[in-house]
Every structure is written in C-alpha cells, then in structure tokens.
C-alpha cells in the first residue's frame, strides 16, 4: 500500500506530479501580505506549491493573498522538484531580511545551527516565524520565544509535531478549558511506516529504513527517527503545552524502534497485539509521567490500526473525555497544509494574539511536578531466552513474585532451529511498576539458565 494511505485510497495522488512549474494564481490587486520561505527542501516546496497554484484557497480564507516574495536557498544550481517562477529564488538572506515589506516568513531549515541564529536575524528585522523545526525549539525554545516576545513577534509551529494533524492548536487552544489527563502518540511516522513494513511485509528493518527515507518521511539523519528522540522533542512540546511541563527533550526517558526485532513483532501479533513506538503522557497523583517506548498496543485499539507513515494522538481531558487525532505527520504536503495555515493565521494576526496570551516557553515555574520514572505503572510484555531445562519457569516465576509482580500468562515456543542454546519464554504481567520490572529483569538475567538478549515491553491497556 502506497504511503499517505491508510484506506488503500492515496491522498497523495492529488500531488502526485513529482516535477511541476508553479503558476501564481493570487490576485496581485488584492489587499496582500508579502511572505518569504527560507530553505526550499520537502517541505517548503510543499508550501510554494500551496502559496503559488491554490493562492486563491488562502486568499479565501485570509481575506488577503499572501503573496510569496522571496524563496532563499544555500544552492540556487541545486535542481528542484518544483520550478518557481522567474525572480523569486535567492541565495540572499539579506534580501529577506531587508524588505520590510514582508512580514510572515516560513523557516524551514532542519536542524540547530544555523537554523537558529537565522530565526533569530529574522525575528530581529521584524518578520514573524512560522516553523516546522521541532529539534530547534525542543532545545532553543525559552530563548527563541522569549527574544520573540521582546521583539513583539511570533512563532508559530504547528508543523513542527504530528506534521499535518492540527494538534498545536486543538492542545493549547480548542481544549484549553481542560487538565489534560493523558496523551498517547504515533508522533513519528517514519518508525511507524518501518514497524507497519516489518509487520506487514516482512522487510528487514534496514530496507524498510530505506524506504522511509526514499519517501521523504525520514529525517536527513534518521537515527533520531530512529531512536525515539524525534518523538520526544514532540513529546517535550506537546508536554509543554498540555501539561505545563517544563522539561528538555533529553531528560524524557525514551527507547526507539532501532533495537526491535521481527521475532517481537511475531510474538506480540501472536499474542493479539502490535508493537507501536508510542509517545507517553499521565497526570497521575505523583507527578507527570513521561516517556517514548515501543509498546505493544492490542490489536483493534485505534492506536494500533495506525499504520504505513500516519501519526495518532490519544488526548483524554477531564471535561470533553478522550479525543482521537489521525493522519499524516510527515511528508511534503501534510506538513505544508500545517505551515500554510499557521502563514495566514499569522498574516490576519491571530497568531500574534495567543502568541501573547499563551506565555510559550516563558521562564515561569512549571505548573506540574514530575513523577519518578520508576514509578510509572503498567503491565510488561517479557522475553527471555532461556535454556530448554526442567525448573527454568519456577525459577523465574519466583524472581518476578520476589519483585512484587504477578503473572497473567506465560508462552513457551518452540526452538525454531536457528538457536539451539534456548528457546524464547514470554511472560505478560499483571500490573506492576517500571522499577519493579527492572529489578526483576535484572535479577533474572543474572540466572545461568537465561541467555542474553532479553526484551521488556510495556504494554498500552
Ligand atoms: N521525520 C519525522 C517523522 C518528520 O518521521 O515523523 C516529521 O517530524
């Protein structure tokens, strides 16, 4: 099934043409907002496309064409998947930053440096940021929005989690009369499209990596995709906004899907489940837990049918109960339609006004303690290779009762011919704590009846 499609219906074949000139069809003579897009990757030749061919959908909704004035590359030889119209292409910053007629400009350079200091220029010539760079405001967001607010400008970032799904907006505004209770997110849809290709196809991880990155999902270096620490920028953003946490993206415990194995993935659809890479939010009485983890997801849970490069985000509220967000969260044009619609809210000057009101990354104290990691309850999904030996479950068994924890099944599978040493025993546990599943890992490894290459899951109930 082709990525962008979770139906077999490809929303995508609306942009299929992969080389195409942009025509303007804003209307010159109408009251206008002069905008700029500095880096021309993906993502912001999705936003020409939107700004040029369907100028008349954002005058619609603008009351004014926001009329593209200056598109700033590093390589104006570079060859492009869209042709732009004669004029607009620089690899001048100043030009930008010199025109005071433009005012909204899209900043759409991955990374920290220079995206950074670029911003920075920017905000300081007056212009108001609409962005997609979540590693940047993950860990620059205090300075960037602080030197915004004395400048008296925005930025508006939207784009910068669950690409296309308008989760920003819904968190800090639509359910601002909320305590947020939960949240459970797909936030990275290249680990979503390798797990649902490893799953559904059976491809190895590296060329279902492969075809993420050949889709545009992935990030230039994937690793953080990879290893969970994508998620958990958004993870830190969404925290920030929902919870009033004020926590560096770093300090959020997190685990990729780089170290899963296909031999998981079977055992957990064996057992009725999917191993999804899952960005994890409580409020629960001793703090604010949070945490990015593979976890294994029961097969027919919204989350669960999440598949191909399609992020999800599970929001409960105390007074509007749970909410599902789903869609792309990566890509070319779902990632434009986010940075477009934050372009023309801050063009009519909406963004300007939460911008204000909402006290983004200010250098307040956290409205919310954290709780201890070790804390976090939950059942565990536990592989141990163990040798094929009278007494081997009765030994464990005991380790997992010495630790507190109860077991609700145990499945013993037989060698499958590639490793004669041991065969793999799962044991799913009633509910226990993080560090209570630790310790008992640990003190089981220990055993000389278990081989290396244990795995612990948590499980999503
Ligand atoms: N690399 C990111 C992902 C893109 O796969 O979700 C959007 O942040």
Redesign the pocket.
């Known amino acids: 099934m082709k990525p962008g499609s979770s139906t077999g219906v490809s929303c995508r074949l609306l942009f299929d043409r992969t080389v195409w000139p942009l025509k303007i069809t804003s209307n010159p003579n109408m009251v206008k907002t002069e905008v700029a897009i500095v880096g021309m990757g993906t993502v912001g030749s999705g936003v020409a496309r939107l700004l040029l061919d369907h100028g008349d959908r954002t005058a619609r909704h603008a009351g004014r064409t926001l009329w593209l004035s200056h598109v700033v590359v590093r390589n104006l030889q570079q060859s492009r998947e869209a042709k732009l119209p004669d004029g607009l292409l620089t690899n001048d910053l100043n030009r930008v930053i010199r025109d005071p007629n433009v005012k909204v400009v899209a900043q759409l350079i991955g990374g920290v440096e220079p995206a950074k200091s670029i911003m920075l220029k920017l905000l300081e010539s007056g212009k108001d940021i609409v962005t ?1 760079n ?1 590693a940047l405001l993950a860990e620059h967001g205090p300075e960037l929005f602080d030197r915004a607010r004395q400048l008296g400008r925005s930025i508006a970032f939207e ?5 296309g799904i308008p989760i920003v907006t819904n968190i800090s505004q639509c359910l601002s009369a909320n305590q947020i209770i939960s949240l459970r997110g797909i ?7 390798v797990a649902t290709r490893m799953d559904q196809d059976d491809l190895p991880y590296a060329q279902a990596l492969k075809k ?1 990155q050949e889709w545009g ?3 230039a270096d ?1 690793s ?2 990879v290893d969970g620490s ?2 958990a920028q ?1 993870l830190a953003i969404l925290a920030h906004l929902g919870f009033g946490a004020r926590i560096r993206w770093n300090h959020i415990p997190r685990r990729g899907i780089d170290s899963l194995t296909k031999t998981d993935l079977n055992y957990a659809k064996q057992l009725g489940y999917r191993i999804k890479l899952i960005a994890f939010a409580l409020q629960s009485d001793s703090g604010l837990q949070l945490t990015v983890a593979p976890m294994l997801v029961k097969i027919g849970k919204p989350l669960a049918e999440v598949r191909e ?1 399609f ?1 999800a985000i599970s929001v409960v509220g105390d007074a509007v109960g749970p909410v599902f967000f789903h869609g792309q ?3 070319r044009m779902p ?1 434009a339609s986010a940075i477009v619609a934050d372009m023309i809210d801050t063009a009519v000057g909406r963004t300007g006004l939460t911008f204000k009101t909402l006290e983004l990354w200010s250098d307040g104290v956290p409205r919310v303690e954290m709780a201890h990691p070790g804390d976090l309850a939950g059942r565990f999904y536990l592989r141990f290779n163990v040798r094929d030996e009278p007494g081997v479950l009765a030994k464990l068994a005991g380790i997992l009762g010495d630790n507190g924890i109860s077991i609700a099944s145990v499945y013993q599978h037989t060698a499958d011919g590639s490793n004669q040493d041991s065969i793999p025993l799962v044991i799913m546990t009633r509910d226990t704590t993080e560090h209570n599943a630790d310790n008992a890992v640990f003190e089981i490894e220990k055993l000389p009846c278990v081989v290396a290459g244990t795995e612990r899951l948590r499980i999503l109930d």
């Open positions: 997609a979540k784009a910068s989690v669950a690409g936030l990275n849809g290249t680990s979503n499209y993420a999902f992935a990030e994937p953080y995709d994508d998620a958004k490069n992020n969260g990566a890509g990632t």
